[in-house]
């Protein structure tokens, strides 16, 4: 079994990958949030420069419905010593699918198929690709599966999500086994190019969809690992459920150091003490359960006015668990 730790723009990039793998790892392979400038920002090139990176392997995402735009990024890629790229088909934001790219490619199908056509004919890097099923409507699923079937991608990870659904309500197992079923059987090709991802929070959800698709080889977890940041170690070494911080000292340790590892990368390289203070707040939204905080524990983090008020918050709030 393949575990991938999904692309999350915002929020794992390199300085959140490298104390990642730093503290917790366990992930097979790291995929980077997207890329879309022609020429790269300097924070996207920080991003995938691989002295930066110390997750391993890591591959690039692009997020681009231009395939001279893809074939320029996967080039300036392959310079960086890349050999894989992801296509982002999935990402929901309005900004994005306004402008037809992410999920909103999808509801363009001929334009998608022309774009599919050029970058595999042209691309050097070997390309897998992430998918949502459609933008609207289940239905739209059996035509885009047909449009993957015709290119040589080196996996499919699919997020079974409508764009309209964004994150929430449940999966669509069913449109998985549908692409199973068409890929695997109609097709021919192995199951091991097939990439499951959505939902999977802790053992429960992963053995439950083991159960109900035995032949899956690979899935990719993003949510899930911000929410437990153990759970590839959790999933590898069929160790139980997570049990609760509180009183657990070396993971309790472990934690704090994954955390004051975070907030001293970003203390070096954000300008000024309020973009550090916003970064590391969001990610409390993400940590809150994991570290066992209750709301007045992690109000008193909210309030912290500077970089020294949060760390004292911080440093109480995770000691008194101690
Ligand atoms: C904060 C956030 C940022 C994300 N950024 C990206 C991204 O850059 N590229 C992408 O393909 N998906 C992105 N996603 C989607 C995730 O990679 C993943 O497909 C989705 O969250 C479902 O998997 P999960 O339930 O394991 O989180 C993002 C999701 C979240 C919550």
Not at 34 to 63: C, G
Not at 287 to 297: H, I, P, S, V
Request: aromatic residues 14%.
């Amino acid at each position: 079994m393949k575990y991938y730790f999904a692309p999350l723009e915002g929020v794992a990039g390199y300085i959140f990958r490298n104390a990642y793998v730093h503290h917790y790892g366990g992930a097979d392979a790291y995929f980077t949030p997207f890329l879309s400038n022609p020429v790269l920002s300097s924070k996207e090139r920080n991003d995938v420069l691989p002295e930066n990176n110390a997750a391993a392997p890591l591959i690039p995402q692009i997020l681009s419905n231009n395939a001279a735009y893809f074939l320029a990024i996967a080039a300036t890629l392959r310079e960086f010593g890349y050999d894989k790229v992801n296509l982002n088909l999935g990402c929901p934001s309005g900004t994005v699918v306004s402008k037809k790219r992410g999920a909103g490619f999808l509801s363009i199908p001929e334009k998608l198929d022309g774009f599919l056509y050029e970058i595999y004919s042209h691309c050097e890097l070997s390309v897998s690709l992430k998918t949502r099923i459609g933008m609207e409507s289940l239905e739209e699923w059996d035509g885009l599966i047909k449009i993957f079937a015709k290119y040589p991608f080196d996996e499919l990870i699919i997020h079974p999500r409508l764009r309209c659904e964004l994150y929430g309500g449940k999966v669509h197992r069913e449109s998985f086994k549908k692409a199973l079923d068409f890929f695997c059987e109609e097709c021919g090709i192995s199951t091991d190019r097939l990439v499951f991802n959505g939902d999977i929070c802790s053992r429960e959800d992963f053995f439950d969809l083991k159960e109900e698709f035995p032949e899956i080889s690979k899935v990719m977890i993003g949510r899930g690992a911000l929410k437990n940041p153990e759970i590839f170690k959790l999933l590898k070494h069929e160790k139980a459920s997570v049990t609760p911080l509180r009183n657990d000292g070396s993971r309790l340790s472990e934690f704090i150091a994954f955390h004051d590892e975070l907030f001293n990368a970003y203390t070096g390289i954000m300008f000024g003490e309020k973009p550090v203070l916003f970064k590391m707040k969001e990610l409390w939204s993400w940590f809150t359960d994991y570290a066992g905080l209750d709301l007045r524990e992690l109000k008193k983090i909210r309030k912290a006015g500077s970089l020294t008020d949060y760390s004292l918050a911080v440093k109480s709030v995770l000691q008194a668990k101690l």
